[in-house]
């Protein structure tokens, strides 16, 4: 046995934990740049507590609320140049995985007199501001990654940065800010999260410990997901089980990265504007049929079923469907331009057995046409 792994946030999880552990604030430093999506922040309840945090502990700060879904480098720039002015100690990030994803690459920005752009050819020479994040969306597990992934106008595409450094120092994670979520957000982020589990379980760079990870992960989603298909709406129960199995596939993805299901989702997001979460979902029954064809006997393709309850990959896709609806439509051109930009993505690369641009077209064409 032979592997690494590294996890240097401070994971705080449960019902007012911002408010009973908020002293893990002054570590940071006296001042704040307080990151946040249009509203659900606000909505969810997550900024009031937040503020009142800050407030109590006597942290000055300032609220950037201007994140989109999807950021672009122009929204990163704007709120960098918030950082600047501001000169905040700390970088706290609330909301989904678009908020805290900007919430780091402004962190970067604050510190390092470079463009928005530059952050995707390494080398900075001074390390992120340091992050805080609070998710209120049961997904992108950003609040253990050192990734931020942006929308990358000039490849047409989303594309990630990562950072040891913008892995957030404290995690504060409560299910309450999940409670009003619609039903189809808490669908696709979970069906996120179920890609992150599975895509670094079946991940040539898994190691033991992100294996066991990814395992519990799908264990927990196996029961929430079937729940979630059949109709139930998530109790605080649920939401709590989901928001810790996006926790947990958050760092199993922190160690494996993604693969070829984030790599042939991004140009659907980026095109079609389909949720982040959903287009990983469209896609996850091809790449399962992919592996099954190339890796015949491999017992992680079993393990998954079973862990999801399910006893072949067409009734995963079914239960799938169930969540997502139907695809968009798409024409072969379309289709043929996204597995070519798939075909350039790093992560196609962390598969054992590596597609070519001809079999992710194959995938996208069964997935999206069928
Ligand atoms: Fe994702």
């Known amino acids: 046995m032979d592997f690494k792994y590294y996890l240097p ?3 705080v999880f449960g019902l007012d934990c911002i408010i009973k552990e908020k002293e893990l604030l002054q570590e940071l430093g006296g001042s704040a740049l307080v990151v946040t999506g249009q509203s659900s922040a606000r909505l969810s309840g997550a900024l009031d507590d ?13 609220v950037f609320a201007g994140v989109n879904p999807n950021p672009t480098f122009d929204n990163i720039r704007t709120g960098a140049t918030r950082a600047r002015e501001t000169r905040p100690d700390m970088i706290i990030g609330v909301g989904g995985g678009s908020p805290l994803d900007a919430a780091k690459a402004i962190a970067l920005l604050a510190t390092n007199q ?3 752009e530059d952050l995707f050819k390494g080398g900075l020479s001074r390390p992120a501001l340091p992050v805080v994040a609070i998710p209120t969306t049961a997904g992108s597990g950003s609040e253990v990654t050192p990734y931020s992934i942006l929308t990358y106008d000039a490849l047409q595409t989303k594309k990630s940065i990562s950072y040891p450094s913008i892995m957030p120092r404290v995690a504060f994670l409560d299910a309450r800010y999940t409670m009003t979520l619609p039903r189809a957000v808490t669908a696709d982020t979970a069906c996120d999260a179920f890609s992150h589990a599975l895509e670094g379980y079946l991940s040539s760079r898994a190691n033991p410990v992100s294996d ?8 927990v989603l196996g029961k929430r997901l079937g729940q979630l298909a ?8 649920a939401r709590e089980d989901l928001l810790y199995a996006a926790l947990l596939a958050g760092m199993v993805i922190a160690q494996t990265a993604t693969s070829v299901i984030h790599a042939l989702g991004y140009p659907l997001t980026y095109f079609k504007g389909i949720p982040h979460g959903r287009a990983n979902a469209y896609l996850i029954e091809e790449f399962l049929h992919f592996n099954r064809e190339h890796l015949r006997n491999w017992p992680k393709l079993d393990d998954i079923l079973d862990f999801m309850q399910v006893n072949s990959i067409a009734e995963l896709g079914d239960m799938l469907r169930n969540l997502t609806g139907q695809p968009p439509k798409v024409t072969e051109e379309e289709l043929a331009r996204y597995a070519h930009l798939a075909s350039q993505a790093k992560n196609v690369t962390n598969c054992p057995m590596v597609p070519s641009e001809v079999e992710l077209l194959v995938m996208l064409r069964n997935a999206l046409l069928a």
């Open 9 to 11: 946030t401070r994971i």
């Open 50 to 62: 937040i503020c009142k945090a800050l407030d109590s502990l006597k942290i000055s700060y300032d």
């Open 114 to 116: 470079v463009d928005v």
């Open 212 to 219: 066991t990870l990814a395992r519990e992960a799908m264990q």
């Open 230 to 237: 059949a109709g139930m709406e998530p109790d605080l129960e």
